[in-house]
C-alpha cells in the first residue's frame, strides 16, 4: 500500500512537474492538424480513465480507514486523510457521493488486492491508448479477478462503479469530479495538500487524467460523456485527446441508436429530452450527413442540424423558437451555397409565419379592449411581408427545380388571399399552375421511357429525405425530397388546394356547390392523406348540419368516417372529434339544453392542446361556441367576457373571420343588455368588413343582428329593419343555411307585426309559416316554439282566435317537451 499512497501531507514535487506543458504542445499541433508527436506517448481521457480515477478515490479512503484501525497509537495524519477524503467524497455531486462512499469498510486484504489492481492498471503498459479496445465487462471482469478471494467485496465495487457512471448526466457532474479528483492529487488551492503522494504512480495518473480534462473544450467534454454513456451500455472505449475528435470514435453512440431515442421523446412530448437527443445526433453524424446534393462534409453540413432543430420546434409549438432556428438556417445555407436547404428553409419560415401561433405570440398590436380595434381586424403587415416571401420561395422552387416547394408556396398563396378577400382570380391561376405541376410529377410513362434522365429534369433525383420529421410541418409536408415523396406532397398540396377552392365556394354562400366539390375530394383519395379526408368531411357534415339538423348531421358523420377496425384502432383525429363535438353542440342547442352545449364547448376547448402544439384556432372556436351557450342561457357578463376574452385571441393570431364573428356576438350580448347604440358599432364594423373580403354568409349574419338592432331601437328605425330585410331577403334564401333564413323571416315578420298597416296580417303570418317550416325541417324545436308564441301574439292581435287557440296549444305542447329550458 505504501508505493502507491503516502499517508501524510502530500507535498513534494509536484509543482515542478511539466506535465501540462506537454500536453499543451500536444493540443496546439492537433489543433494545428499536425496530430501528436506519438500516439502512443500522448495524453487523453477516456471512459476507462474515469472509471479507474473514480476507483482512486474509493482505494485512497477506504486505505485511509485501514491504516487508522490498524494504528496501534492514535495517529492523528490517518485521521487527518481521513476526514480529507470524507471532505472531497461530500462535496462530490449526490449520486457520485453515494456510490464512491462505500457503505461498510472493505478489510485489509480486499484494499490491497484493489491497491494492485490500480497499479496495473495505470502502468505504462496500460496508457489510455491500451485501453482501446476494451469494454466495461472487461474492467469489471479484471476488478472481480484482482479481488478473487473476496467475491462479495469485488461485487460491491462493481456495483458502486456502475452507479458512478450512471451519475454522470450532464457535463458538470464530469468537471465537479475532476475538480475533487484534482483536489485528490494535491492540486486544490488552499487544500493544505493532496491525500496520494503526487510523485507516485498512482498521483502521476491521476494528475495527468485531470489535466488531459482541463483541456477539453466544452464539446469535447459532451463527447466524453456520451463515451461514458457508451461505455456503460457494453461498446468499447476511445480516447478523447486534449485535440478534441480522437480517431476512429468520434461518435461512441451509433445514429440509429439516438434517432430512435430522439423519436421515443418527441413521442412522449419530453421536450428537452427530446431536443437534447437531437442535439447527440448531430454531434454524432456531423460531417458525415449527405445532405442534399453533394453534403458539405467540411462545415458538418450546420444548416441541416438548424433546420432540423426548427422543425422540433414547430413540433412542440415553440413558433418563435422555431424562426430563430430558421434565420441561422437561412444564413448558413447562404454561406455554404446549400440552395436547396435555403429553398425548404424559406419554406419552413412561410409555415412558420402565416401560423395564428407565430402571429400571436409575435403580435405587436394593442389590446382591443371594449373599444378599440374592432375595425380592423382583417389584414396585417405580417400577411404583406408573408407574400413577398412566398414570391422568393416560389422563384427559387422554380430554379431549383423541386416541384412540392413551387406548389406550396403557390398553394399558400392562395389561402392568404382567401383570407384577406375575394380571391377567385388567384385561386384560379394557382390551380391552373398546381394542376400542371401534378401532371407533370404524376406522369409515370415519362419517368419510365426517360429514367433517371427524367426524375433529374424534374429535380427528384434520389436522394436522402431532409427531414426525419415530416410530421413537424403540420398540415404543409413539404420538407422531404425524392421520386418516391414528391409525388405524394404535390398529390396532399393539390388536394389542399381543392379545399381551397370549396372554402371559396363557401365564402360566397354556394353551399351546395362547396359540398359536392369536398365529396368529389373525398371521393378522390388524393393519396389517402387523413388530414384531406377530414376536412372534407367536416364541409360535407357542416352542410347536412345547416339544411337537415343535428341528427342528419350525425348519421352523415358515422357515414362518412372509417370504422374504429380501420381507423388506428378506433382513435379519432382531432378534426373528427371537433366535427363531432359540433354536431353534439347544435343538438343540445336544438332543445335548450345549455348544459350540455357547456360541456361540448369545454370538451372543444381541451381539443387546442390535445396535441404537442397549442391550437390557436380551434381554442377561438371553443371560444365562440361557449359564448353562444352562456348568451342563451342568460349569462351574460360570462358572454361578454368570453367574446372580448376570443376577440383578443383572432385579434392578435390574424384569424380576421372569427374575429368579425366574436364582433357580432359582442354585439348580440350589447342588445340583450339593451345597449343598442354599442351593439351597432360591432355590428356596423363587421358588416362593413365581411363586404369588403367578400364573406356573403358572414356579411348576411351581420345583415340579420343589424335589422334585430334596428327593431330594438323601436320608432322609425323599424322601418328601416323592414326594408333591410326584404332587400336582403333573396340573399337569405340562397346563401344562408335553413335556421339562419328561419332567423330572418321571423324577425322580419315581428317587424311587421310592430309596425302594421294595410296587409300586414297576411304578410307577417306568411312569413311565420316559412320560418316554422326551415326550424321544423333541422328538427330546432326552440325556434318552433317561438314561432307559436309569436304567432299566438299576433293572431290575437289580428282577431284570429281560432288560429290563436291553435298556436297556443302548439306552443305549450314544445314548451312541456323542452322542460321549460331554452
Same mark, same amino acid.
Given at each position: 500500500?505504501?508505493?502507491?499512497?503516502?499517508? $501524510?501531507?502530500?507535498?513534494?514535487?509536484?509543482?515542478? @512537474?511539466?506535465?501540462?506543458t506537454?500536453?499543451?504542445?500536444?493540443?496546439?499541433?492537433?489543433?494545428?492538424g499536425?496530430?501528436?508527436?506519438?500516439?502512443e506517448?500522448?495524453?487523453?481521457?477516456?471512459?476507462?480513465?474515469c472509471?479507474?480515477?473514480?476507483?482512486?478515490?474509493?482505494?485512497?479512503?477506504?486505505?485511509?480507514?485501514?491504516?487508522?484501525?490498524?494504528?496501534?497509537?492514535?495517529?492523528?495524519?490517518?485521521?487527518?486523510?481521513?476526514?480529507?477524503?470524507d471532505?472531497?467524497?461530500g462535496?462530490?455531486?449526490?449520486?457520485?457521493?453515494?456510490?464512491?462512499?462505500?457503505?461498510?469498510?472493505?478489510?485489509?486484504?480486499?484494499?490491497?488486492?484493489?491497491?494492485?489492481?490500480?497499479?496495473?492498471?495505470?502502468?505504462?503498459?496500460?496508457?489510455?491508448?491500451?485501453h482501446?479496445?476494451?469494454?466495461?465487462?472487461?474492467?469489471?471482469?479484471?476488478?472481480?479477478?484482482?479481488?478473487?478471494?473476496?467475491?462479495?467485496?469485488?461485487?460491491?465495487?462493481?456495483?458502486?462503479?456502475?452507479?458512478?457512471?450512471?451519475?454522470?448526466?450532464?457535463?458538470d457532474?464530469?468537471v465537479?469530479?475532476f475538480?475533487?479528483?484534482?483536489?485528490?492529487?494535491?492540486?486544490?488551492?488552499?487544500?493544505?495538500?493532496?491525500?496520494?503522494?503526487?510523485?507516485?504512480m498512482?498521483?502521476?495518473? *491521476?494528475?495527468?487524467?485531470?489535466?488531459?480534462?482541463?483541456?477539453?473544450?466544452?464539446?469535447?467534454? =459532451?463527447?466524453?460523456?456520451?463515451?461514458?454513456?457508451?461505455?456503460?451500455a457494453?461498446?468499447?472505449?476511445?480516447?478523447?485527446?486534449?485535440?478534441?475528435?480522437?480517431?476512429?470514435?468520434?461518435?461512441?453512440?451509433?445514429?440509429?441508436?439516438?434517432?430512435?431515442?430522439?423519436?421515443?421523446?418527441?413521442?412522449?412530448?419530453?421536450?428537452?429530452?427530446?431536443?437534447?437527443?437531437?442535439?447527440?445526433?448531430?454531434?454524432?453524424?456531423?460531417?458525415?450527413?449527405?445532405?442534399?446534393r453533394?453534403g458539405?462534409?467540411?462545415?458538418?453540413?450546420?444548416?441541416?442540424?438548424?433546420?432540423?432543430?426548427?422543425?422540433?420546434?414547430?413540433?412542440?409549438?415553440?413558433?418563435?423558437?422555431?424562426? !430563430?432556428?430558421?434565420?441561422?438556417?437561412?444564413?448558413?445555407?447562404?454561406?455554404?451555397?446549400?440552395?436547396?436547404?435555403?429553398?425548404?428553409s424559406?419554406?419552413?419560415?412561410?409555415?412558420?409565419?402565416?401560423?395564428?401561433e407565430?402571429?400571436?405570440?409575435?403580435?405587436?398590436?394593442?389590446k382591443?379592449g371594449?373599444?378599440?380595434?374592432?375595425?380592423?381586424?382583417?389584414?396585417?403587415?405580417?400577411?404583406?411581408? *408573408?407574400?413577398?416571401?412566398?414570391?422568393?420561395?416560389?422563384?427559387?422552387?422554380?430554379?431549383?427545380?423541386l416541384?412540392?416547394?413551387?406548389?406550396?408556396?403557390?398553394?399558400?398563396?392562395?389561402?392568404?388571399?382567401?383570407?384577406e378577400?375575394?380571391?377567385?382570380?388567384?385561386?384560379?391561376?394557382?390551380?391552373?399552375?398546381?394542376?400542371?405541376?401534378?401532371?407533370?410529377?404524376?406522369n409515370?410513362?415519362?419517368?419510365?421511357? /426517360?429514367?433517371?434522365?427524367?426524375?433529374?429534369?424534374?429535380?427528384?433525383?434520389?436522394?436522402?429525405?431532409?427531414?426525419?420529421?415530416?410530421?413537424?410541418?403540420?398540415?404543409?409536408?413539404m420538407?422531404?425530397?425524392?421520386?418516391?415523396?414528391?409525388? $405524394?406532397?404535390?398529390?396532399?398540396l393539390?388536394?389542399s388546394?381543392?379545399?381551397?377552392r370549396?372554402?371559396? @365556394?363557401?365564402?360566397?354562400?354556394?353551399?351546395?356547390?362547396?359540398?359536392?366539390? /369536398?365529396?368529389?375530394?373525398?371521393?378522390?383519395?388524393?393519396?389517402?392523406?387523413?388530414?384531406?379526408?377530414?376536412?372534407?368531411?367536416?364541409?360535407?357534415?357542416?352542410?347536412?348540419?345547416?339544411?337537415?339538423?343535428?341528427?342528419?348531421?350525425?348519421?352523415?358523420?358515422?357515414?362518412?368516417?372509417?370504422?374504429?377496425?380501420t381507423?388506428? /384502432?378506433?382513435?379519432?383525429?382531432?378534426r373528427?372529434?371537433?366535427?363531432? *363535438?359540433g354536431?353534439?353542440?347544435?343538438?343540445?342547442?336544438h332543445? =335548450?339544453d345549455?348544459?350540455?352545449?357547456? +360541456?361540448a364547448?369545454?370538451?372543444?376547448?381541451?381539443?387546442?392542446s390535445?396535441?404537442?402544439a397549442?391550437?390557436?384556432?380551434?381554442?377561438?372556436?371553443?371560444?365562440?361556441?361557449?359564448?353562444?351557450?352562456?348568451?342563451?342561457?342568460?349569462?351574460?357578463?360570462? /358572454?361578454?367576457?368570453?367574446?372580448d376574452?376570443?376577440f383578443?385571441?383572432?385579434?392578435?393570431?390574424?384569424?380576421?373571420r372569427?374575429?368579425?364573428?366574436?364582433?357580432?356576438?359582442?354585439?348580440?350580448?350589447?342588445?340583450?343588455?339593451?345597449?343598442?347604440?354599442?351593439?351597432?358599432?360591432?355590428?356596423l364594423?363587421?358588416?362593413?368588413?365581411?363586404e369588403?373580403?367578400? @364573406?356573403?354568409?358572414?356579411?348576411?349574419e351581420?345583415?340579420?343582428?343589424?335589422?334585430?338592432?334596428y327593431?330594438?331601437? =323601436?320608432?322609425?328605425?323599424?322601418?328601416?329593419?323592414?326594408?333591410?330585410?326584404?332587400?336582403?331577403?333573396?340573399?337569405?334564401?340562397?346563401?344562408?343555411?335553413?335556421?339562419?333564413?328561419? +332567423?330572418?323571416r321571423?324577425?322580419?315578420? +315581428?317587424c311587421?307585426?310592430?309596425?302594421?298597416?294595410e296587409?300586414?296580417?297576411?304578410e307577417?303570418l306568411?312569413?311565420?309559416?316559412?320560418?316554422?317550416d326551415?326550424?321544423?325541417?333541422?328538427?330546432?324545436?326552440?325556434?318552433?316554439?317561438?314561432c307559436?308564441?309569436?304567432?299566438? *301574439?299576433?293572431?290575437?292581435?289580428?282577431?284570429?282566435?281560432?288560429?290563436?287557440?291553435?298556436?297556443?296549444?302548439?306552443?305549450?305542447e314544445?314548451?312541456?317537451?323542452?322542460?321549460g !329550458?331554452g
Amino acid at each position: 500500500m505504501g508505493d502507491a499512497v503516502a499517508v $501524510g501531507n502530500g507535498l513534494g514535487s509536484s509543482g515542478d @512537474w511539466s506535465g501540462p506543458t506537454d500536453l499543451a504542445q500536444d493540443h496546439d499541433r492537433d489543433r494545428l492538424g499536425l496530430g501528436p508527436k506519438n500516439q502512443e506517448d500522448s495524453v487523453s481521457i477516456d471512459p476507462h480513465g474515469c472509471a479507474l480515477c473514480a476507483l482512486a478515490l474509493v482505494y485512497l479512503h477506504q486505505n485511509a480507514l485501514c491504516v487508522q484501525q490498524l494504528a496501534v497509537e492514535e495517529d492523528l495524519r490517518a485521521g487527518e486523510m481521513c476526514e480529507k477524503c470524507d471532505e472531497i467524497i461530500g462535496s462530490l455531486p449526490r449520486g457520485q457521493a453515494a456510490a464512491l462512499s462505500l457503505g461498510l469498510p472493505l478489510p485489509t486484504e480486499a484494499v490491497d488486492g484493489l491497491c494492485d489492481f490500480l497499479l496495473q492498471g495505470v502502468s505504462k503498459r496500460s496508457t489510455p491508448f491500451h485501453h482501446q479496445g476494451s469494454s466495461f465487462e472487461d474492467l469489471k471482469g479484471g476488478l472481480r479477478d484482482a479481488l478473487m478471494s473476496h467475491p462479495d467485496e469485488a461485487e460491491e465495487l462493481c456495483g458502486a462503479l456502475d452507479f458512478f457512471l450512471n451519475s454522470l448526466e450532464t457535463p458538470d457532474d464530469l468537471v465537479m469530479f475532476f475538480a475533487r479528483a484534482h483536489d485528490l492529487a494535491g492540486g486544490g488551492a488552499g487544500q493544505g495538500g493532496g491525500v496520494v503522494e503526487p510523485n507516485s504512480m498512482l498521483g502521476v495518473y *491521476l494528475r495527468e487524467r485531470c489535466a488531459a480534462f482541463e483541456l477539453l473544450s466544452f464539446e469535447g467534454v =459532451g463527447r466524453l460523456l456520451r463515451r461514458c454513456e457508451s461505455f456503460m451500455a457494453g461498446e468499447v472505449a476511445e480516447c478523447a485527446t486534449a485535440g478534441g475528435v480522437g480517431g476512429k470514435g468520434a461518435g461512441a453512440r451509433s445514429e440509429p441508436a439516438l434517432l430512435d431515442r430522439f423519436l421515443r421523446d418527441a413521442k412522449r412530448r419530453d421536450y428537452y429530452s427530446a431536443l437534447s437527443s437531437l442535439h447527440a445526433y448531430f454531434d454524432c453524424s456531423a460531417g458525415r450527413h449527405p445532405g442534399l446534393r453533394g453534403g458539405d462534409h467540411r462545415l458538418g453540413n450546420f444548416e441541416h442540424a438548424t433546420l432540423e432543430m426548427a422543425q422540433v420546434h414547430v413540433q412542440f409549438g415553440q413558433y418563435g423558437e422555431a424562426a !430563430k432556428a430558421l434565420e441561422e438556417t437561412l444564413r448558413s445555407s447562404q454561406q455554404n451555397t446549400n440552395h436547396v436547404c435555403l429553398a425548404h428553409s424559406l419554406a419552413l419560415m412561410c409555415r412558420v409565419l402565416s401560423s395564428p401561433e407565430y402571429r400571436f405570440e409575435s403580435c405587436t398590436r394593442p389590446k382591443r379592449g371594449r373599444d378599440a380595434g374592432h375595425n380592423h381586424c382583417v389584414g396585417d403587415a405580417n400577411a404583406r411581408r *408573408l407574400r413577398d416571401l412566398l414570391r422568393h420561395c416560389l422563384r427559387r422552387s422554380r430554379d431549383l427545380r423541386l416541384p412540392h416547394l413551387e406548389c406550396f408556396a403557390l398553394v399558400e398563396m392562395a389561402r392568404i388571399a382567401l383570407e384577406e378577400g375575394d380571391a377567385t382570380k388567384t385561386v384560379d391561376a394557382v390551380a391552373d399552375l398546381v394542376g400542371r405541376i401534378a401532371h407533370v410529377v404524376g406522369n409515370e410513362s415519362a419517368e419510365t421511357d /426517360a429514367g433517371d434522365a427524367a426524375l433529374e429534369d424534374l429535380g427528384l433525383e434520389p436522394c436522402p429525405r431532409l427531414s426525419l420529421y415530416p410530421a413537424a410541418a403540420g398540415g404543409s409536408e413539404m420538407l422531404r425530397a425524392g421520386a418516391g415523396s414528391a409525388r $405524394g406532397l404535390v398529390e396532399e398540396l393539390a388536394a389542399s388546394l381543392e379545399l381551397l377552392r370549396v372554402a371559396r @365556394w363557401q365564402d360566397k354562400g354556394c353551399r351546395d356547390y362547396a359540398a359536392s366539390l /369536398a365529396r368529389k375530394v373525398l371521393q378522390a383519395g388524393y393519396g389517402g392523406s387523413e388530414a384531406t379526408r377530414d376536412a372534407a368531411v367536416a364541409i360535407m357534415v357542416a352542410h347536412d348540419l345547416e339544411e337537415r339538423g343535428p341528427e342528419a348531421a350525425g348519421r352523415s358523420l358515422l357515414e362518412l368516417c372509417p370504422s374504429p377496425a380501420t381507423a388506428h /384502432a378506433g382513435m379519432k383525429t382531432k378534426r373528427q372529434r371537433r366535427t363531432e *363535438l359540433g354536431v353534439e353542440f347544435w343538438r343540445a342547442e336544438h332543445v =335548450g339544453d345549455h348544459a350540455s352545449c357547456l +360541456r361540448a364547448a369545454s370538451a372543444y376547448a381541451l381539443l387546442a392542446s390535445s396535441t404537442d402544439a397549442f391550437d390557436v384556432a380551434t381554442y377561438a372556436e371553443a371560444k365562440l361556441l361557449e359564448g353562444e351557450a352562456l348568451l342563451r342561457c342568460g349569462d351574460l357578463e360570462g /358572454a361578454i367576457g368570453c367574446s372580448d376574452e376570443g376577440f383578443e385571441v383572432c385579434y392578435r393570431s390574424g384569424l380576421g373571420r372569427t374575429a368579425l364573428e366574436f364582433l357580432l356576438l359582442s354585439a348580440r350580448c350589447l342588445l340583450a343588455c339593451g345597449d343598442h347604440a354599442g351593439a351597432a358599432r360591432y355590428v356596423l364594423s363587421a358588416r362593413h368588413q365581411s363586404e369588403s373580403c367578400g @364573406w356573403e354568409p358572414l356579411h348576411l349574419e351581420a345583415t340579420l343582428v343589424l335589422a334585430r338592432t334596428y327593431k330594438c331601437q =323601436g320608432g322609425r328605425m323599424v322601418r328601416r329593419a323592414v326594408d333591410l330585410l326584404r332587400r336582403e331577403m333573396p340573399g337569405f334564401a340562397a346563401k344562408c343555411g335553413a335556421v339562419t333564413r328561419g +332567423r330572418a323571416r321571423l324577425l322580419l315578420a +315581428r317587424c311587421i307585426i310592430h309596425q302594421g298597416g294595410e296587409g300586414a296580417a297576411a304578410e307577417s303570418l306568411a312569413e311565420l309559416d316559412s320560418a316554422a317550416d326551415l326550424f321544423a325541417q333541422v328538427g330546432h324545436r326552440v325556434m318552433l316554439r317561438e314561432c307559436a308564441y309569436v304567432e299566438a *301574439l299576433a293572431c290575437d292581435h289580428y282577431g284570429l282566435k281560432e288560429r290563436r287557440d291553435e298556436a297556443a296549444r302548439r306552443f305549450r305542447e314544445l314548451d312541456v317537451g323542452l322542460g321549460g !329550458k331554452g
